[in-house]
């Protein structure tokens, strides 16, 4: 692979990998209790940490090794990721425990892994990296290699199976990291191939090597986005709820402010508030949009006997003025009202439909 090519991927995968942990351990800190939250987020501080030592060791090819010892830590970090997302499957699918119990049985087979890794970096001789013996090498990333891809197909499986009867969102981001799970576990067959054609001493095929390359890292990328979907779906879905709240509270401003100007003891808040401050304002937009909802509807109740109470066949902005006006100049109150702006549905956003469309009709010059 071209350097600018490792440089490409390497970048990507640095873009999307720190913004995910900082928004998982953000997750957490919500939520402490919560210990699948707990594993994905140790799968991510894994992978951080490994992201550097493998700069470090040098070289990101197998079999051909950078230095020793961060090369043991970079894949100490990478079997713990991998262990993180069964841990993750294993406490989000079973009662806790049955689920505390298969994680200390699938901690058997990282330890063993590890301990041979650490075994052959104690053992290997003090020299270049280009004059380790064939076999520690060999024997390091075989141990690595085959625990990470026993490791990721069984993730791949419970991911699969998990997403089966999750949420939608869960399920779209189970499925998205199930596939990074189905490359990685074919990019790990790979190179438990090329390691162990490096030990038979035989010459590596070139397609065997830049596969490896182009199955890692993809996968590492679905990973990241896969497990990071759900909470970025939903942070992204409550931005639009916001928006749409924000819009219509200042939508409806032409009615609130005619019927406040006619009833100003009915606001819920005592305290004013400069327009200015109010325009510019973007925080506490749920609880203003809901308040103004409740001020604009408690207006109409108030105002509607003067409606019933005249004879008007125009729009409703102009029938509405001229009961203000009536308000406006002392006239007798009316013993009964009417429905005013009634929506069609039931429900809250149908309700807010219609008083936007009366305030928008209200802001029009012909109803002033």
Same mark, same amino acid.
């Given at each position: 692979m071209?350097?600018?090519?490792?440089?490409?991927?390497?970048?990507?995968?640095? @873009?999307?990998?720190? #913004?995910?942990?900082? +928004?998982?351990?953000?997750?957490?800190t919500r939520a402490p209790g919560d210990v699948a939250r707990w594993m994905v987020t140790a799968c991510l501080a894994c992978f951080a940490a490994?992201? #550097?030592?493998?700069?470090?060791? &040098? %070289?990101?090819?197998?079999? %051909? #090794?950078?230095?020793?010892?961060?090369?043991?830590?970079? !894949?100490?970090?990478?079997?713990?990721?991998?262990?993180?997302?069964?841990?993750?499957?294993?406490?989000?699918?079973?009662?806790? %425990?049955r689920a505390r119990r298969r994680a200390w049985l699938e901690a058997v087979p990282l330890g063993t892994a590890i301990l041979v890794m650490a075994i052959v970096t104690v053992l290997m001789p003090d020299v270049p990296p280009q004059q380790y013996p064939r076999a520690g090498v060999s024997v390091f990333y075989l141990a690595a290699d085959l625990y990470l891809t026993y490791g990721i197909a069984s993730a791949c499986f419970f991911a699969? $199976?998990?997403? *089966?009867?999750?949420?939608? *969102?869960?399920?779209?981001?189970?499925? @998205? =990291?199930?596939?990074?799970?189905?490359? &990685? =576990?074919?990019?790990?067959?790979?190179?438990?191939?090329v390691v162990l054609v490096h030990w038979a001493g035989a010459a590596i095929p070139w397609l065997l090597v830049q596969a490896t390359v182009w199955l890692v890292f993809p996968s590492a990328i679905l990973l990241v986005v896969g497990l990071s979907y759900p909470g970025v779906a939903t942070?992204?879905?409550?931005?639009?709820? +916001? +928006?749409? !709240?924000?819009?219509?509270?200042?939508?409806?401003?032409?009615? +609130?402010? $005619?019927l406040h100007e006619a009833f100003p003891e009915d606001a819920l808040s005592r305290t004013p508030i400069a327009p200015w401050r %109010?325009?510019?304002?973007?925080?506490?937009?749920?609880?203003?949009?809901?308040?103004?909802v409740i001020e604009c509807r408690d207006g109409l109740v108030r105002i509607s006997p003067y409606l019933a109470h005249l004879d008007h066949d125009g729009p409703l902005a102009d029938w509405l003025t001229e009961a203000l006006r009536a308000h406006?100049?002392?006239?007798? @109150? #009316?013993?009964?009202g009417m429905p005013v702006a009634v929506p069609e549905g039931g429900g809250l956003d149908d309700d807010v439909r219609e008083l936007v469309t009366l305030s928008e009709a209200l802001a029009s010059p012909a109803a002033r």
């Open positions: 071209a350097v600018n090519s490792k440089i490409a991927l390497i970048v990507v995968q640095g @873009v999307i990998l720190f #913004p995910a942990l900082v +928004w998982k351990s953000y997750q957490l490994a992201y #550097p030592l493998g700069l470090l060791a &040098g %070289d990101v090819n197998q079999p %051909d #090794p950078g230095s020793i010892v961060p090369l043991l830590f970079q !894949h100490v970090f990478l079997c713990g990721l991998v262990y993180s997302l069964a841990c993750f499957f294993l406490f989000s699918a079973l009662p806790p %425990d699969r $199976r998990h997403a *089966r009867g999750a949420a939608p *969102r869960l399920a779209r981001g189970l499925s @998205v =990291a199930s596939l990074g799970f189905a490359i &990685g =576990a074919l990019g790990g067959a790979t190179l438990i191939a942070r992204l879905a409550a931005a639009r709820v +916001w +928006w749409q !709240h924000l819009r219509a509270y200042h939508r409806l401003r032409p009615l +609130w402010t $005619r %109010d325009t510019l304002s973007l925080l506490g937009v749920h609880r203003r949009y809901y308040r103004r406006a100049r002392r006239e007798p @109150v #009316p013993t009964e």
